[in-house]
């Protein structure tokens, strides 16, 4: 199994390189949070990978970072999730994100991203959501049982627009430490001031 490579980035393009070594050309498939973090084509590279062996092709994966390959893994293990959606998802967002948003049950957050469904989704969190609770008690999202449906509401608003879970839970906890009962609409207006 090759769990690395290491040699001259020839070629890069957000969706797969060319790692030159030993004389020979490799051809890695990669995500957008590990093209992010690649040098310039022509410098050395050294990235962890996955090797794909099927009846007719063979293809490498390749993972700036441990946990991005690790989620990787995790991912193709989910009945009809392959290499190919696997590197999608990790395009989407960060590994940490996703892992958040698997944590929190999240359906619609996951099917926001690019080829997943609900049905997907759901099987996805059923799957790897015991594998994430890992996480530390600051990073994980307040259960929605324990929050009520306006700040619930408020929460899924503001991650749609893309703030991160840590910045909203402490934004709208100073906007509820200021008193009195607040609708959603208020709630996100003045979170948003904050969070700005």
Known sequence: MIVSIRGKLTQKR??????????????CFISNNTYDKLPKPGEEVSLLTYFQVTENNQQLFAFSEITERELFMMLIGVSGIGPKTAIVLLSAV????????????????????????????????????????????????KEE????????????????????????????????????????????????????
């Open 94 to 141: 960060s590994p940490d994100e996703f892992k958040r948003r698997l944590i929190a049950s999240e359906v619609t957050m996951l099917t926001a991203l690019p080829g997943i469904g609900p049905k997907t989704a759901r099987r996805i969190i059923v799957e790897l959501k015991d594998k994430f609770v890992k996480l530390s008690k600051d990073e994980l999202p």
């Open 14 to 27: 957000p969706d797969e390189i060319v790692i030159e070594t030993g004389g020979l050309g490799y051809v």
């Open 145 to 196: 049982s324990d929050i009520a449906p306006e700040v619930s509401d408020a929460y899924d608003a503001l991650l749609a627009l893309g703030f991160q879970m840590k910045d909203i839970r402490n934004s709208i906890t100073t906007v509820q430490n200021q008193g009195g009962k607040l609708s959603t609409e208020e709630l996100i207006k003045l979170a948003l001031a904050e969070l700005r």
